[in-house]
């Protein structure tokens, strides 16, 4: 009962609003700008149900791909930071978004089992 008069669980709950908002927009983001590119292809026969799975479940992996990607360049850059100029940064910064989406499939179960490990899941499992 002290639990509930002390809302501590309010501030539980209010931690997951962004991430859970940021996840359905995402979501919305990524249906909204594909649907009527994904209905064109079904109605002229051209859909390949197999490319857009592939695409799909990169789409929902690519986060834990670039949770290894960075926390790879932070421990090789042991946390200093690199000034670099604009004009390098923004196609290097799309070009590691595309090879990381590309290969997000099999990138994306390290990912999760550094989240796994590095958060002490495995310790509270019984």
């Known amino acids: 009962m002290k639990e509930i008069l002390n809302f501590n669980y309010l501030k539980k709950i209010k931690g997951l609003f962004p991430a859970l908002f ?18 064109i292809l079904m109605l002229t026969g051209d859909f390949h149900f197999i490319v857009f799975l592939f695409f799909l479940l990169n789409f929902f992996l690519f986060p834990f791909a670039t949770v290894v990607w960075d926390d790879l360049i ?10 670099l100029p604009l004009l390098f940064v923004i196609p290097w910064k799309m070009f590691k978004m595309i090879i990381l989406y590309m290969f997000a499939i099999v990138i994306a179960p390290i990912g999760l089992i550094y ?10 499992t019984p």
């Not at 989240?115 to 509270?124: R, V």
Request: charged share 15%; hydrophobic share 45%.
């Open 22 to 39: 940021n996840l359905i927009a995402n979501v919305l983001r990524f249906f909204g700008s594909k649907l009527k590119i994904i209905l």
């Open 74 to 83: 932070d421990l090789l850059l042991s946390g200093n930071q690199l000034l």
């Open 115 to 124: 989240i796994y490990i590095s958060n002490g899941y495995y310790k509270k």
